[in-house]
């Protein structure tokens, strides 16, 4: 998969100079021999901080071995000026984590008060006002502390990818879905860069390639990834037109970014000039890491490249669209289990996801456009969706929006998709999502979510919430469990 960072951490000691350097220095090579043994990719750095001038040998030393995510690890109580000087300097995505003693049998020479060095450090990040990510203990084994490494490594690659992301833009936000504008501003705030363009200007784009020399071989390409499902052959060679189109604009356009991910508007007019739905297009180039959104959906596509990130596999938007029938709930008893009636719902949109993703699919008709452009015809410029139930197994649903004062807030929730048929149109399954009412009615309600939301195909709402605290958005809503209220639920 393309188009996502390739996280380079480093693990670097620091010592306060009235304790042992040598303490930090061995425990920070029982971690990286962890960190070897489980299989989980680490740097280790020779310098040990505990002065300024140490602060600029370890920069020298972080640029020499290409470091972009840093553990900062206090081996002994560690000096908070230098250790948050550097955090500061050094400038990309910052972990702290510090050494729990080793042995009751060495605490005169052997021990470190790295717990307490954890505060000083704490209280200076503050002062500095850095963003720094800290795991939920970050005092820990050296075992341990190769853990709260691994699970760094995601919540890295979101914070670097997110500021080297440009979201290109085609076509205004439709006025029907009003859901799909808001304010750009803290976008530029996050680093993201955004250039938006006409319609016009995709159009253009796609009559340029005409002929290209590489569309039978991207058209032979999908043909490969549809399988049986290749029910309009005839349409491939212009869907791969439109795809190399968008792909040969991303390459001239990336500018100072490196990472891309699109906003496309995506009907009623397109399908009238360019004689297809793209819906196949954006999931195949999902599949490749470059996210496309519906609808012109700015914050839904940051929201897919963010799960991107988080999980290193394709993403899926979805409407959060309707409820399950109580007919259908009985019937499927079995797949149901113990989730009740209101933890279930079916997420759907009209074509967009991945093959990858899909139980079964094939390539359809969009309903709804057909019903409104090609009245009692035969399908023909709204074909391109790939339909069929999405595959059962876990998933997180997200959303990272922009509200109308351009405050940035997000939610995170785990759950699953039910091996349960849809019995319906699009790409469509059954999710499950555990105390989804009140996460519906406290959370996506209440603080005015759009109603697209981000799929990743895999538990992924520790790295998801630890990314959205580390850039620095504090307004992270989950489905809180039963017995935990959220500040509006009525109390009676």
Not at 202 to 213: E, I, S, W
Not at 326 to 338: F, L, P, S, W
Request: proline letters at 6%.
């Amino acid at each position: 998969m393309r188009n996502l960072p390739v996280v380079n951490t480093g693990l670097i000691a620091v010592s306060r100079d009235c304790f042992p350097a040598e303490l930090s220095r061995t425990r920070r090579i029982q971690v990286a021999a962890e960190c070897a043994k489980a299989g989980i990719p680490v740097v280790e750095l020779e310098t040990v901080v505990e002065n300024e001038n140490d602060v600029v040998k370890a920069l020298k030393e972080i640029a020499e071995k290409k470091i972009n995510a840093l553990c900062l690890y206090l081996g002994n109580f560690g000096p908070e000026g230098p250790t948050t000087l550097l955090a500061q300097k050094f400038g990309g995505p910052v972990m702290l984590a510090a050494a729990a003693e080793d042995s009751g049998k060495d605490l005169y020479a052997g021990r470190g008060d790295a717990y307490c060095g954890m505060l000083s450090a704490s209280y200076n990040v503050g002062l500095r006002r850095l963003k720094v990510h800290l795991p939920s203990y970050p005092v820990g084994t050296p075992a341990e502390v190769a853990g709260m490494i691994r699970d760094f490594i995601p919540v890295a690659r979101v914070s670097l990818g997110l500021r080297n992301l440009k979201v290109f833009s085609f076509g205004p936000r439709p006025h029907d879905f009003l859901t799909c504008h808001a304010p750009i501003q803290p976008l530029f705030d996050l680093g993201v860069e955004v250039m938006e363009n006409s319609e016009l200007d995709m159009y253009d784009l796609f009559q340029q390639k005409k002929g290209d020399a590489r569309i039978k071989a991207l058209a032979a390409d999908m043909a490969k990834d549809l399988g049986r499902g290749n029910t309009y052959p005839e349409l491939l060679e212009p869907l791969a037109q439109f795809e190399l189109a968008l792909l040969d604009y991303m390459e001239k356009n990336l500018g100072a970014s490196s990472y891309a991910v699109f906003s496309n508007k995506c009907w009623p007019a397109f399908e009238k000039y360019f004689g297809f739905t793209p819906c196949y297009i954006n999931g195949h180039l999902a599949q490749q890491g470059i996210p496309i959104s519906c609808e012109s959906d700015i914050y839904g596509a940051l929201s897919e490249y963010v799960v991107t990130c988080a999980t290193m596999l394709p993403p899926a938007i979805l409407d959060i669209n309707n409820t399950v029938p109580y007919d259908m709930i009985e019937e499927a008893k079995g797949q149901v289990r113990d989730y009740s009636p209101h933890d279930l719902w079916m997420g759907f949109h009209c074509g967009n996801t991945s093959s990858s993703c899909m139980a079964t699919s094939m390539m359809k008709y969009q309903l709804i456009m057909h019903r409104m452009m090609e009245p009692d015809k035969e399908p023909n410029i709204t074909r391109g969706t790939l339909e069929g139930r999405i595959k059962p197994g876990s998933v997180t649903i997200f959303r990272l929006q922009s509200t109308s004062d351009a405050l940035l807030r997000a939610y995170v929730a785990e759950g699953e998709i039910l091996d349960i048929d849809p019995k319906s149109f699009g790409s469509i399954a059954v999710f499950a999502v555990r105390e989804m009412a009140r996460f519906y009615r406290h959370v996506l309600l209440e603080k005015r979510f759009p109603h697209h939301t981000a799929v990743a195909f895999d538990h992924a709402g520790r790295a998801l919430y630890d990314a959205m605290r580390l850039i620095g958005v504090h307004d992270v809503g989950f489905n809180q469990p039963r017995g935990m209220m959220y500040p509006t639920e009525h109390p009676f």
